[in-house]
């Protein structure tokens, strides 16, 4: 299973907190991990301090904090791999694995067990197949062969080990089976308990833990703070504890967040939710139900995989008015749905058990609960969420809601009603509906700003003013026309929420628009309308789009543009203005670069219980404990020969663009030099074996970036440099590109943006309209007045969106803020430049606008660059510059 790109950041993260508190200790590297300002911004307001394990400051203590459907399972297998290599350095590490409740402890063993399942995979991979996976209850089945010579993972719930008296509790009474464990444990050990007539060390798993010191992962970390917990570990003695939430506590030293948003590009979840209200509960499950046939058509046109869209009911309990039999028999009686497409799913009724929803010959249309449905359950073809009960004092409508947030084959579809979920609430008012529904959302590990932002309403207007939204409401318009009640839901289910139908007082049908038809839903709305009503609708809707002619943005009239992309002709070909694909046409050697680490880089000094290695100039110091795993393994040094270690470097230090026989030549050199050249003695470098891994991948990554630099500068701003552009293969801007992002909801109200007004994507900075960027985007639509020469539209770029458009730089891509297109043709590109700046940021700055410059040059006039910024906070500033660019 390939990580997403925020589950490799998380990652990254982790392994750079724990390779730096091998340094500088857990504490130290936390705050200045934490510090950096992309992380602390990323963190924002969980970074509150370092707290460690009282008794254990020594033992790094993070946390990882995703929401909900991040797959956090996924990123606590691979973070086994990470602490090993960068923190435990042992072969083989122990594993204990704590979860929240026992079902998910069972799952969790079940997958770990299973040789198909991802998690599974993912430690067989990483240890050669030699895993053990054992449930708490199994302890008793680990031998010492296993701890030896395999990863062993026990999984079990912390309320197990959670007690204040151990007696009577199995992990931590006396196990004879245990015995082969402690054989050569002396039995003035310190920190083992002892046994209840103290004559010796007590054969128990705690104990078992507390020798070995296990590697601690920790999900629903959140419920894990209590004074009981933090004795747990001191009992257990782990080497690192590393815990997973989605709603992180005050206690959780959250070291990287991930957003919603990053879910949402990674296509993980359909966002945002559509919240539609109804005042009655036979409303909100009519509503349900027009939705999920709204969505079948959808799902039919769409080309990319089969998917039934499904919706889940969430009935009242026992006793109240709409129970899951009342709710049942209502949708067979009054929605005439048929009884083999309702599955119920409740404590008592397990209909879905057995049955594969995935399937295109599986009828289920319609599942009906009350309470959270079973651990694992996660089909991702749930669309709709109509909750009849009060979602605000359900305990269970998050982990409902979570269900229908999962993206069928995380995939985003072509059809955009599919990347979206959907909630029908039980309301007298939609303010009260959408505060329940982004309450729900923060308890799932939301941002409070992220869940207002991914809340959007089904009918077009009634968001505004909500969550202090600023948009002026859409202009209405209702047309009275004689239609039959089939015609009447025919025109009803061209776009909901924005047309709808009711009867008249006369009995006739009103069709009422509640913002400007797009064009392709008006094509609909005739191909959908009988052609006797043609000619009055038609007429109607002219009248009332010449009315509103400011709210038909060029992207909804069906204009698009495409900006050229920088192209390079390399080795005779004309290939992409991208440094990857540089490298790919670059050759390079690392016999071309030196097998060589200065005592300044690396060196070893051997004391009588610890090694000292200086490495970059900071001191790491190991203990004979710390590498019991070699010392334990009863190899005699004689077996320890050179090629032992170059073979084992051959697993660590990888490159997927260099070939093994090269990487073996090199790190032979390297093994040579440290050995006959330095004089370390091998068995020094084989105890530090995982530090010089470290150390030796990061200087392979130091080549590379050399070598890309060179490539880079060789082929975009060399003498020999050919550069042109090509529409062909430009980037197309469009309507409804940007659906999936979150929009800008402040006070101004934009009128030459190329979607509208109403489809702004949000700006990156926090301060909302006192943000530098929107200061600039205001400079930017006021070309659209009265400057010369004019904008005709301009857009917002999306950073790291696959519809936006990029630039090419040394170590990746970077992504202007602002595109646009003048009336006299020309196509303008701004990237802002804030005004605090750090030298390195200022480098990065300077990179970026000199292959602006060049796309610009490339394209011999038909395109602008600009790198703006505001010394004094005035948009004018920017204006100037626009205009001063464009003049030249």
Same mark, same amino acid.
């Given at each position: 299973?390939?990580?997403?790109?925020?589950?490799?950041?998380?990652?990254?993260?982790?392994?750079?907190?724990?390779?730096?508190?091998?340094?500088?200790?857990?504490?130290?590297?936390?705050?200045?991990?934490?510090?950096?300002?992309?992380?602390?911004?990323?963190?924002?307001?969980?970074?509150?301090?370092?707290?460690?394990?009282?008794? +254990?400051?020594?033992?790094?203590?993070?946390?990882?904090?995703?929401?909900?459907?991040?797959?956090?399972?996924?990123?606590?297998?691979?973070?086994?791999?990470?602490?090993?290599?960068?923190?435990?350095?042992? #072969?083989?590490?122990?594993?204990?694995?704590?979860?929240?409740?026992?079902?998910?402890?069972?799952?969790?063993?079940?997958?770990?067990?299973?040789?198909?399942? $991802?998690?599974?995979?993912?430690?067989?991979?990483?240890?050669?197949?030699?895993?053990?996976?054992?449930?708490?209850?199994?302890?008793?089945?680990?031998?010492?062969?296993?701890?030896?010579?395999? +990863?062993?993972?026990?999984?079990?719930? @912390?309320?197990?080990?959670?007690?204040?008296?151990?007696?009577?509790?199995?992990?931590?009474?006396?196990?004879?089976?245990?015995?082969?464990?402690?054989?050569?444990? $002396?039995?003035?050990?310190?920190?083992?308990?002892?046994?209840?007539?103290?004559?010796?060390?007590?054969?128990?798993?705690?104990?078992?833990?507390?020798?070995?010191?296990?590697?601690?992962?920790?999900?629903?970390?959140?419920?894990?703070?209590?004074?009981?917990?933090?004795?747990?570990?001191?009992?257990?003695? $782990?080497?690192?504890?590393?815990?997973?939430?989605?709603?992180?506590?005050?206690?959780?030293?959250?070291?990287?967040?991930?957003?919603?948003?990053?879910?949402?590009?990674?296509?993980?979840?359909?966002?945002?939710?559509?919240?539609?209200?109804?005042?009655?509960?036979?409303?909100?499950?009519?509503?349900?139900?027009?939705?999920?046939?709204?969505?079948?058509?959808?799902?039919?046109?769409?080309?990319?995989?089969?998917?039934?869209?499904?919706?889940?009911?969430?009935?009242?309990?026992?006793?109240?008015?709409?129970?899951?039999?009342?709710?049942?028999?209502?949708? @067979?009686?009054?929605?005439?749905? #048929?009884?083999?497409?309702?599955?119920?799913?409740?404590?008592?009724?397990?209909?879905?058990?057995?049955?594969?929803?995935?399937?295109?010959?599986?009828?289920?249309?319609?599942?009906?609960?009350?309470?959270?449905?079973?651990?694992?359950?996660?089909?991702?073809?749930?669309?709709?969420?109509?909750?009849?009960?009060?979602?605000?004092?359900?305990?269970?409508?998050?982990?409902?809601?979570?269900?229908?947030?999962?993206?069928?084959?995380?995939?985003?579809?072509?059809?955009?009603? +599919?990347?979206?979920?959907?909630?029908?609430?039980?309301?007298?008012?939609?303010?009260?509906?959408?505060?329940?529904?982004?309450?729900?959302?923060?308890?799932?590990?939301?941002?409070?700003?992220?869940?207002?932002?991914?809340?959007?309403?089904?009918?077009?207007?009634?968001?505004?003013?909500?969550?202090?939204?600023?948009?002026?409401?859409?202009?209405?318009?209702?047309?009275?026309?004689?239609?039959?009640?089939?015609?009447?839901?025919?025109?009803?289910?061209?776009?909901?929420?924005?047309?709808?139908?009711?009867?008249?007082?006369?009995?006739?049908?009103?069709?009422?628009?509640?913002?400007?038809?797009?064009?392709?839903?008006?094509?609909?709305?005739?191909?959908?309308?009988?052609?006797?009503?043609?000619?009055?609708?038609?007429?109607?809707?002219?009248?009332?789009?010449?009315?509103?002619?400011?709210?038909?943005? $060029?992207?909804?009239?069906?204009?698009?543009?495409?900006?050229?992309?920088?192209?390079?002709?390399?080795?005779?070909?004309?290939?992409?203005?991208?440094?990857?694909?540089?490298?790919?046409?670059?050759?390079?050697?690392?016999?071309?670069?030196?097998?060589?680490?200065?005592?300044?880089?690396?060196?070893?000094?051997?004391?009588?219980?610890?090694?000292? @290695?200086?490495?970059?100039?900071?001191?790491?110091?190991?203990?004979?404990?710390?590498?019991?795993?070699?010392?334990?393994? #009863?190899?005699?040094?004689?077996?320890?020969?050179?090629?032992?270690?170059?073979?084992?470097?051959?697993?660590?230090?990888?490159?997927?663009?260099?070939?093994?026989?090269?990487?073996?030549?090199?790190?032979?050199?390297?093994?040579?030099?440290?050995?006959?050249?330095?004089?370390?003695?091998?068995?020094?470098?084989?105890?530090?074996?995982?530090?010089?891994?470290?150390?030796?991948?990061?200087?392979?990554?130091?080549?590379?970036?050399?070598?890309?630099?060179?490539?880079?500068?060789?082929?975009?701003?060399?003498?020999?440099?050919?550069?042109?552009?090509?529409?062909?293969?430009? @980037?197309?801007?469009?309507?409804?590109?940007?659906?999936?992002?979150?929009?800008?909801?402040?006070?101004?109200?934009?009128?030459?943006?190329?979607?509208?007004?109403?489809?702004?994507?949000?700006?990156?900075?926090?301060?909302?309209?006192?943000?530098?960027?929107?200061?600039?985007?205001?400079?930017?639509?006021?070309?659209?007045?009265?400057?010369?020469?004019?904008?005709?539209?301009?857009?917002?770029?999306?950073?790291?969106?696959?519809?936006?458009?990029?630039?090419?730089?040394?170590?990746?891509?970077?992504?202007?803020?602002?595109?646009?297109?003048?009336?006299?043709?020309?196509?303008?590109?701004?990237?802002?430049?804030?005004?605090?700046?750090?030298?390195?940021?200022?480098? #990065?700055?300077?990179?970026?606008?000199?292959?602006?410059?060049?796309?610009?040059?490339?394209?011999?006039?038909?395109?602008?660059?600009?790198?703006?910024?505001?010394?004094?906070?005035?948009?004018?500033?920017?204006?100037?510059?626009?205009?001063?660019?464009?003049?030249?």
């Amino acid at each position: 299973m390939n990580l997403k790109d925020y589950q490799k950041a998380s990652l990254a993260t982790l392994r750079r907190y724990l390779e730096e508190a091998r340094i500088s200790g857990p504490k130290s590297a936390y705050e200045q991990i934490t510090s950096e300002p992309e992380l602390a911004k990323r963190l924002k307001g969980y970074a509150a301090g370092y707290r460690p394990i009282k008794a +254990l400051p020594e033992v790094p203590y993070v946390c990882l904090r995703l929401p909900t459907g991040g797959g956090k399972t996924i990123l606590a297998a691979h973070s086994i791999t990470v602490a090993k290599d960068a923190w435990v350095e042992k #072969d083989f590490p122990l594993v204990l694995w704590l979860v929240p409740t026992n079902t998910i402890r069972v799952q969790t063993a079940e997958a770990l067990k299973n040789p198909r399942h $991802p998690y599974r995979q993912v430690l067989d991979d990483a240890f050669e197949g030699r895993v053990r996976v054992f449930d708490i209850s199994d302890f008793n089945q680990i031998t010492p062969h296993d701890l030896r010579s395999n +990863l062993c993972v026990v999984v079990g719930t @912390i309320q197990t080990l959670r007690v204040t008296n151990t007696d009577g509790r199995k992990v931590y009474a006396h196990h004879e089976m245990l015995e082969p464990h402690f054989t050569a444990v $002396p039995g003035s050990a310190p920190g083992l308990e002892r046994t209840e007539d103290d004559k010796g060390v007590r054969y128990s798993f705690a104990n078992l833990m507390h020798l070995h010191r296990p590697l601690v992962i920790m999900d629903e970390a959140h419920k894990a703070g209590s004074k009981l917990s933090q004795e747990i570990y001191e009992r257990i003695n $782990p080497s690192a504890l590393i815990e997973f939430t989605a709603t992180p506590k005050g206690f959780n030293n959250i070291l990287h967040s991930v957003s919603a948003q990053e879910l949402k590009d990674e296509e993980m979840i359909k966002m945002p939710v559509v919240l539609d209200e109804a005042e009655t509960w036979q409303g909100a499950v009519n509503s349900a139900i027009l939705k999920r046939a709204e969505l079948q058509e959808n799902a039919d046109l769409d080309r990319q995989g089969y998917i039934r869209p499904i919706v889940l009911f969430q009935a009242q309990k026992k006793g109240e008015e709409v129970t899951v039999d009342v709710l049942k028999q209502h949708l @067979i009686d009054n929605e005439d749905i #048929d009884p083999a497409k309702i599955a119920l799913a409740t404590g008592a009724q397990r209909e879905l058990d057995g049955i594969d929803l995935f399937k295109p010959d599986c009828p289920i249309e319609y599942v009906i609960t009350i309470e959270a449905l079973k651990e694992g359950w996660d089909c991702s073809f749930a669309y709709v969420f109509c909750s009849l009960a009060n979602i605000r004092s359900s305990t269970d409508a998050e982990q409902l809601l979570g269900r229908v947030l999962r993206m069928p084959y995380a995939t985003k579809r072509k059809e955009a009603a +599919l990347n979206k979920s959907y909630a029908k609430l039980v309301s007298k008012h939609f303010s009260e509906a959408a505060v329940s529904l982004r309450d729900k959302l923060v308890d799932m590990g939301f941002e409070e700003s992220e869940a207002e932002a991914n809340i959007e309403a089904e009918q077009p207007g009634l968001d505004d003013g909500l969550f202090g939204r600023q948009s002026r409401p859409s202009p209405t318009m209702t047309v009275t026309v004689d239609a039959s009640e089939e015609e009447r839901r025919d025109i009803a289910a061209v776009a909901p929420g924005k047309i709808k139908v009711s009867v008249s007082e006369g009995g006739q049908t009103a069709v009422e628009f509640t913002g400007v038809p797009k064009p392709k839903e008006e094509k609909r709305l005739f191909e959908n309308t009988p052609p006797r009503l043609h000619g009055e609708l038609r007429e109607r809707l002219e009248e009332f789009k010449a009315k509103n002619a400011e709210d038909l943005a $060029p992207a909804h009239m069906g204009e698009e543009f495409t900006l050229p992309r920088l192209m390079a002709h390399v080795q005779g070909e004309l290939v992409f203005g991208d440094t990857d694909i540089f490298m790919e046409f670059h050759d390079w050697s690392l016999a071309n670069h030196p097998a060589r680490l200065t005592s300044a880089e690396f060196d070893v000094v051997e004391t009588t219980n610890t090694f000292e @290695i200086d490495l970059d100039g900071n001191r790491v110091t190991i203990s004979a404990a710390d590498s019991s795993d070699q010392l334990s393994l #009863d190899i005699e040094v004689d077996d320890w020969t050179p090629n032992t270690l170059v073979r084992w470097l051959d697993g660590k230090v990888r490159d997927p663009w260099i070939g093994q026989p090269e990487l073996l030549a090199w790190l032979n050199d390297v093994v040579t030099h440290l050995t006959r050249d330095r004089n370390i003695p091998l068995s020094q470098l084989m105890r530090c074996k995982f530090i010089l891994a470290r150390k030796l991948n990061a200087k392979i990554q130091e080549f590379r970036q050399e070598e890309r630099n060179n490539v880079y500068q060789m082929n975009l701003f060399g003498p020999e440099a050919r550069l042109e552009i090509s529409f062909d293969e430009g @980037i197309r801007f469009f309507d409804e590109m940007y659906s999936d992002v979150p929009k800008y909801r402040g006070m101004y109200t934009f009128k030459h943006h190329f979607m509208g007004p109403r489809e702004v994507p949000e700006f990156d900075s926090k301060k909302g309209d006192a943000g530098e960027e929107v200061k600039c985007a205001l400079a930017l639509d006021a070309l659209g007045l009265n400057a010369s020469p004019r904008l005709k539209f301009w857009t917002r770029n999306v950073s790291k969106h696959p519809n936006s458009f990029s630039l090419p730089t040394s170590t990746d891509k970077f992504y202007p803020d602002f595109v646009g297109v003048m009336e006299d043709g020309r196509f303008l590109v701004v990237e802002y430049k804030g005004k605090d700046r750090t030298p390195e940021e200022s480098r #990065d700055s300077r990179e970026k606008e000199l292959i602006g410059q060049q796309w610009a040059k490339a394209s011999g006039g038909k395109a602008v660059f600009v790198m703006a910024t505001m010394e004094s906070g005035d948009p004018g500033e920017v204006r100037a510059q626009i205009l001063n660019a464009l003049a030249r």
